[in-house]
T-cell receptor, first 113, second 112 residues
């Protein structure tokens, strides 16, 4: 199993550009989520999904869109990047059963100029 | 609003000693609490989960306690080693467990 994979590892964008951060998992997990991590702020939940076709907002959803067309993939879209979106982004997945431990990807470091 | 608080100050301890990290929470009635480890430049890694009806949980040199009256969890690493140096994150459920809400983490440095 590859676990949770994220691409790209690094990305530099200009203000106003759009891009999609990719996340995939091969563990057949129903739950997937996106977090951003900023110095001094910890991990903050952006969006999450409880299964294909079902998504919901987390703590900091503004400026981000998600969709979940398959169990495996959960892309995060930035429609018009802003410097405030400079951060490290982590994708996570977990089973829907009684064990809620999450598996995290390696992260994408995004810089918006 | 729901809050999770971890000591923001780094914890420096000597190799061989026991490290104790604290996680306090408010406006939660959690069914369980989790601890994660994060190394620089990497994603968090799950360590332990403790349920509300469990007072203590152990895994090798790790021990977690959970006091739902005090709304506090303590995370202990016994016989600490320099390889234990990392940031440790406490997490509670977000929206009935569909995702996680994390504390800001406590940095642990174990010196030889």
């Amino acid at each position: 199993n590859a676990g949770v994979t994220q691409t790209p590892k690094f990305q530099v964008l200009k203000t106003g550009q759009s891009m999609t951060l990719q996340c995939a998992q091969d563990m057949n997990h129903e739950y997937m989520s996106w977090y951003r991590q900023d110095p001094g702020m910890g991990l903050r939940l952006i969006h999450y999904s409880v299964g294909a076709g079902i998504t919901d907002q987390g703590e900091v959803p503004n400026g981000y869109n998600v969709s979940r067309s398959t169990t495996e993939d959960f892309p995060l879209r930035l429609l018009s990047a802003a410097p405030s979106q400079t951060s490290v982004y982590f994708c996570a997945s977990s089973y829907s059963g009684t064990y809620k431990d999450a598996y995290f990807g390696p992260g994408t470091r995004l810089t918006v100029l | 609003s729901q809050k999770i608080e971890q000591n923001s100050e780094a914890l420096n301890i000597q190799e061989g000693k026991t490290a104790t990290l604290t996680c306090n929470y408010t406006n939660y009635s959690p069914a369980y609490l989790q601890w994660y480890r994060q190394d620089p430049g990497r994603g968090p890694v799950f360590l332990l989960l403790i349920r509300e009806n469990e007072k203590e949980k152990r895994k090798e040199r790790l021990k977690v306690t959970f006091d739902t009256t005090l709304k506090q969890s303590l995370f202990h690493i016994t016989a600490s080693q320099p390889a234990d140096s990392a940031t440790y994150l406490c997490a509670l459920d977000w929206d009935s467990g569909y995702a996680l809400n994390f504390g800001k983490g406590t940095s642990l440095l174990v010196t030889p």
